[in-house]
């Protein structure tokens, strides 16, 4: 049987006997079976999947994929996932290795990352043109890029680890009225700045621990951000 839903119980029609027949959703437990491809409805993964190429292409709003602490492997190439023009989506406790870019989410509002790992990616996770996103609770490991906000608006980044990402840990593009907070960012030995902002407004950068990078901090022709109780301790604060 199959499982759309992801909730672990199978869909199809299952007979008892002749005069009993089990329908909506109440078939016995059965695998996933999630394979990349499109996805266009709420997935649950049950075991790591290998991809050449991109993995997931996003085909509908308001669904969830989770990967159940699965990995989800690239070949160094493309990305993991892929969501266009699809809103509310949610991506949770998923491994993501060795891809261009693991989640490419380009005009996508109130889409969440929740509870991931990313090692060894280009870039981990990239918004562009999106409003009211998510990235909370997340592993950032031995990656180029950690976070890329583009053009991006009333994004929250909460309770994030950055670890020795070579060349910027958060990046802003054009990120204004957003909340980056209780994350902690180390490791990032660019001069680019581990946390690093330009033509950014009226966002607020608080709470953060950001300590043993070669730059901590690195705002350019941005105005009105607001940054109080942070922790720097780096080469060049």
């Known amino acids: 049987g199959t499982d759309s839903d992801g909730d672990g119980i199978g869909d199809s029609v299952y007979t008892i006997d002749d005069s009993n027949t089990f329908t909506n959703d109440t078939s016995p437990l059965v695998p996933s079976g999630v394979n990349c491809g499109v996805i266009a409805s709420t997935v649950s993964l049950s075991g790591n999947l290998s991809a050449n190429g991109t993995c997931f292409n996003v085909g509908a709003s308001d669904i969830i994929i989770n990967c159940n602490r699965f990995y989800v492997d690239g070949d160094g190439?493309?990305?993991?996932?892929n969501i266009t023009d699809f809103n509310n989506i949610t991506i949770q406790?998923?491994?993501?290795?060795?891809?261009?870019?693991?989640i490419m989410a380009n005009i996508s509002n109130l889409s969440t990352v929740y509870n991931?790992?990313?090692?060894?990616?280009?870039?981990?996770v990239n918004?562009?043109?999106?409003y009211f996103t998510n990235v909370t609770n997340n592993t950032f490991t031995n990656n180029?890029?950690?976070?890329y906000l583009n053009r991006t608006s009333n994004a929250t980044l909460y309770d994030n680890t950055f670890t020795n990402n070579g060349f910027s840990s958060i990046i802003g593009w054009s990120l204004n009225n957003s909340l980056i907070t209780s994350n902690r960012?180390?490791?990032?030995?660019?001069?680019?700045?581990a946390i690093k902002l330009n033509r950014s407004h009226g966002n607020t950068i608080t709470e953060n621990i950001i300590q043993g990078n070669s730059v901590g901090m690195n705002l350019t022709n941005s105005s009105n951000n607001t940054i109080y109780n942070n922790l720097f301790d780096n080469t060049i604060n």
């Open 77 to 81: 190439t493309d990305l993991g996932i």
């Open 93 to 102: 406790h998923c491994n993501f290795r060795y891809f261009s870019t693991a």
């Open 116 to 124: 991931s790992t990313f090692f060894g990616n280009n870039a981990s």
């Open 127 to 130: 918004f562009t043109g999106s």
């Open 144 to 147: 180029t890029f950690g976070i």
């Open 185 to 193: 960012v180390s490791g990032t030995l660019n001069w680019t700045g």
